[in-house]
């Protein structure tokens, strides 16, 4: 299996910056691809932003031109630059690998981030 675990989170205002990582161990070379999902409270996890081991990336529609995902190779590391915040940003992020075969469906203990005044 895969083990993440997540930093970076926070509190911040609105308009302001913050960038998440998320350190991935174990069956790295097995996975497909990785993610990171939100959850606000009283709300379902959704997913934010998604990239591939080929480097192809989606976003969800309300994070599109803010929120940038990457990820370092050689750190084992995947990133969630996030701008232009709002409160309607705020929730639990969590980090996730994934994979078909072997099945790999891994998550991070979260990371909470806050936007507000």
């Known amino acids: 299996q895969v083990q993440l675990v997540e930093s970076g989170g926070g509190l911040v205002q609105p308009g302001g910056s913050l960038r998440l990582s998320c350190a991935a161990s174990?069956?790295?070379?097995?996975?497909?691809?990785m993610g990171w999902y939100r959850q606000a409270p009283g709300k379902q996890r959704e997913v934010v932003a998604g990239?591939?081991?080929?480097?192809?990336?989606n976003y969800a529609n309300s994070v599109k031109g803010r929120f940038t995902i990457s990820r370092d190779n050689a750190k084992n590391t995947l990133y969630l630059q996030m701008n232009s915040l709002r409160p309607e940003d705020t929730a639990v992020y969590y980090c996730?690998?994934?994979?078909?075969?072997?099945?790999?469906?891994?998550w991070g203990q979260g990371t909470q981030v806050t936007v507000s005044l």
């Open positions: 174990g069956r790295i070379f097995s996975v497909s691809a």
């Open positions: 990239i591939t081991t080929g480097g192809s990336t």
């Open positions: 996730n690998a994934f994979a078909v075969n072997p099945r790999i469906n891994s």
